[in-house]
């Protein structure tokens, strides 16, 4: 027993760490992130290989246990194998703290730790009475679905109480809460091997709705979702509901429609492919927990193989009361306030640093994203120009020259100057006024300026407040222009590159989930 | 000329092959975390560091093991334990030094077909969880073979050529003078790309991607996990180490023992392997596709051709 303990504590020892991140929590991922290198810790980026998981978006927290707003976070935590623990970082000062508690409670060991998780997710789930009642319901939850088709446009005038109804996500969501506490209360020592069940059903209910509803549900569904486009202020809770099956987008095929159903998960449906062959295709949402993946963003996608047919993007939208990380100097200038051009500098070339590691993790050149981000770390912790440029010297040069990148890339997700004006995007993008390897350019340049200029002490110019992603004072956020150029420019595209011009535009959610003092009663 | 070894060299051979697999996993983690969190700052450091994919073994071994919906878990699991179980058994005729657990008399084809095994792995460890993002994966791993393949086979089938015989012993025997790498460097090349995209690794590891959340691999957890990425590491080292029998004189070499020089080239290709994998990007599935069928078979078709008729001048 003694040995089994020491074994199991050893093997914690460095637990494998997968973030939950919403968006407005960009600060607490960057000292996430660095805290984790400091450690040695590794950041995995499946449910499968996670021991900790770190949910990230502190200002929400307090309800969000019992919030439909994390729900994927919850449904993430219920795909985790056993020995797991669960950790919130509400305060970037606090990771290491937070961190430390989540390895004494793997340490511990998961018996005394579950039953009272457990326990804690089914108080919250009371308090949602309907959920009890459609436990295993699923012709109950259909006639709620088929509502929601229905009056899919009626959108959220129903309340907060009420809402949970007509909403796929938290339905799935909770579902699967309830079906794992029965079955853990039978044997309790299986924690792992059921949650995987978990989250999947979560689409089993789904599905069971598709199944009936067929196309309605879907056109309800999206038809909702474009309420719910980001920039509206009244994002309540409710929303975040969508995402509660999206967990990183694996358990595909939920959305089906009127191809019967296989063990309570739909079968693909049908459609004609580019070259007019009749194939099979799923409805998979893509994010919000996808690692290197703009946090918050939720892409509903028709997959036919590995190639997208459509896309329709949406924002997770729990709503912040926190300005983006990103564009906090220039805002800040904007009301008045003394923000040297130097500090400016430094943020701007820390988030491209930021952009460019997602970037090049996505189009799988480890290393350098690995590079790049130790070089943001570096920016973000103070180092001074030279240090920076001396750093970045060598990547720059490489990533420019690399013909390899520069053959996988070219011709990737064209976004011409004239159609990016068109849109409103007025960010980097453009500027580079082409390919994805164009932007990863543009970046490249904008970054190494910015780690030139960030020991200047001249106070900055509010004439121009050109941010990461664009103008800050603009009538929308720059990011949402960058949201409206995806579904286009993703058509079409293979899954592998469908991830890389996501990356390439890496939209800040953070812009879109600003919501200044009067939405904060409501999220 | 090859021995065949004694039966013991049976229990030795995958402990062997777990030492060299650790040995890489652990040299590729230093230069991983270096990158990251900048260079080592002492021996000790770098110790700990080097130690990380033997604590990922403990740290995955602990967790329990999971399963996604309607999942064929049978098939799943089937595929993971495949992938060491082919990796073991393709280094059957692996000689160290001159000595191989078996040198079967068509050892190439049979090692060709055992690392063959990893497509019906990765495609059943993909299709098993019932994922989308695991799905995904297997498909590229398929994608994948197809471009790899073709030229891969042509590469070995040159050695065997230019040896006159589908014995390792004997391939080895041939490069007493002059090594094939040295007069076949295109199928040399085309080997070692092909090595690393049949382990799916470094550029070529679109099928376990990170964009896909780890594809093929993303929903095993537990046990499964090990044995699918453990399999992966122990197909990379022995698709390494089949290249210095074929193309890099076996264990031929001044001074030094035998088996010495067969574990030092093996090194060498591991770190050069591990170098480049540092170096460029995940090439995707359509571009190599197209590079393997348009570039790499035709030139590997000019190679054995241009070894042919040296061979037939004799």
């Known amino acids: 027993m003694e040995l089994r303990r020491r074994l199991l504590r050893t093997a914690v020892s460095r637990p494998g760490v997968l973030l939950a991140v919403s968006p407005g929590t960009t600060r607490e991922r960057l000292a996430v992130e660095a805290e984790l290198v400091r450690r040695g810790w590794p950041c995995v980026s499946a449910p499968a290989e996670a021991d900790l998981l770190v949910v990230l978006g502190g200002h929400h927290a307090e309800e969000s246990d019992g919030d439909a707003g994390s729900d994927w976070a919850a449904n993430l935590w219920h795909a985790i194998p056993a020995p797991k623990a669960r950790v919130p970082v509400r305060d970037a000062g606090q990771v290491a703290e937070a961190l430390d508690r989540g390895l004494a409670e793997l340490r511990r060991g998961e018996p005394p730790q579950e039953p009272h998780q457990e326990d804690d997710a089914h108080s919250h789930r009371g308090e949602h009475g309907e959920h009890g009642d459609h436990q295993h319901g699923d012709h109950g939850q259909h006639e709620q679905h088929g509502d929601h088709g229905d009056h899919g446009d009626h959108g959220h005038n129903d309340n907060s109480a009420t809402h949970e109804g007509h909403e796929p996500g938290p339905h799935e969501g909770h579902n699967g809460h309830v079906d794992h506490d029965g079955e853990d209360r039978g044997h309790e020592g299986h924690n792992g091997g059921h949650s995987g069940d978990d989250a999947n059903s979560g689409h089993d209910v789904h599905s069971g709705d598709d199944g009936h509803s067929g196309h309605h549900m879907h056109n309800g569904d999206d038809t909702h979702s474009g309420h719910h486009m980001p920039g509206n202020g009244d994002t309540h809770g409710g929303h975040d509901g969508h995402a509660g099956h999206d967990m990183h987008g694996a358990h595909g095929g939920h959305a089906g429609h009127d191809m019967g159903v296989v063990a309570g998960l739909p079968m693909a449906d049908r459609a004609d492919d580019r070259d007019g062959l009749r194939l099979d295709r799923l409805h998979v949402p893509l994010g919000p927990a996808l690692a290197d993946w703009p946090a918050g963003l939720i892409l509903r996608v028709a997959l036919q193989g590995d190639i997208v047919q459509q896309v329709s993007a949406e924002a997770e939208g729990s709503a912040s009361p926190y300005p983006p990380f990103w564009d906090e100097p220039w805002l800040r200038a904007l009301s008045g306030e003394r923000v040297s051009h130097g500090e400016a500098a430094r943020r701007l070339c820390a988030a491209h640093l930021d952009s460019l590691g997602r970037f090049f993790a996505v189009t799988g050149w480890t290393d350098m994203a690995a590079r790049f981000r130790h070089v943001r770390d570096r920016a973000l912790a103070g180092a001074d120009a030279a240090e920076l440029r001396g750093l970045l010297r060598p990547l720059i040069r490489r990533a420019e020259r690399s013909r390899t990148l520069r053959w996988l890339t070219a011709g990737l997700g064209p976004l011409t100057a004239e159609h990016a004006r068109h849109l409103g995007v007025t960010g980097p993008a453009l500027v580079a006024d082409g390919d994805v390897h164009a932007r990863m350019r543009v970046w490249l340049g904008a970054a190494w300026r910015g780690a030139d200029e960030c020991d200047d002490t001249e106070a900055l110019d509010t004439a121009q407040v050109i941010g990461p992603r664009g103008r800050v004072d603009g009538p929308v956020p720059a990011s949402l222009a960058l949201l409206d150029a995806l579904p286009g420019l993703l058509e079409g595209a293979e899954f592998a590159g469908a991830r890389i011009i996501v990356a390439s535009l890496d939209p800040d959610l953070d812009e879109l989930a600003h919501v200044p003092a009067v939405g904060m009663a409501h999220g | ?314």
């Open chain 2, 1 to 314: 000329m090859a021995d065949s070894a004694p039966l013991w060299a049976v229990f030795v051979l995958p402990v062997l092959l777990l030492v060299v697999a650790l040995v890489t996993a652990g040299f590729d983690a230093v230069l991983t975390a270096g990158a990251r969190g900048g260079r080592a700052g002492s021996v000790r450091e770098a110790a700990v560091r080097a130690a990380d994919p033997a604590r990922e073994v403990l740290r995955q071994l602990v967790q329990q093991p999971r399963r996604t919906r309607a999942s064929d878990v049978a098939l799943a699991r089937i595929g993971a334990a495949l992938l060491p179980v082919a990796a073991m058994l393709a280094a059957v005729v692996l000689p160290l030094g001159f000595r191989s657990v078996s040198d079967l008399p068509e050892g190439i084809v049979w090692f060709n077909a055992m690392e063959a095994l990893a497509w019906a792995a990765v495609w059943l460890a993909g299709w098993g969880p019932n994922s989308t993002l695991s799905l995904i994966g297997g498909y590229r791993f398929l994608a994948q073979g197809l471009a790899y393949e073709l030229p891969h086979m042509l590469a070995i089938t040159t050695a065997a050529l230019g040896a006159e015989s589908l014995r390792v012993g004997q391939v080895v025997d041939a490069q007493d003078g002059l090594w094939f790498a040295l007069w076949m460097p295109a199928a040399f090349g085309i080997y070692l790309l092909s090595a690393m995209a049949m382990a799916f690794w470094g550029p070529f590891d679109q099928p376990a991607g990170r964009d896909v959340a780890g594809g093929a691999a993303a929903e095993l957890s537990g046990a499964d996990r090990v044995l699918f990425l453990g399999g992966r590491w122990l197909l990379l080292v022995v698709a390494a180490a089949f290249s210095v029998p074929l193309f890099l004189g076996g264990g031929y070499g001044p001074w030094l023992p035998g088996w010495l020089w067969t574990v030092l080239k093996t090194g060498a290709v591991l770190a050069f392997l591990v170098w480049v994998r540092r170096r460029v990007p995940t090439v995707r599935m359509e571009r190599y596709v197209e590079l393997g069928w348009v570039v790499l078979t035709p030139l590997a078709i000019v190679q054995a051709l241009v070894v042919a008729v040296v061979v037939l001048n004799r």
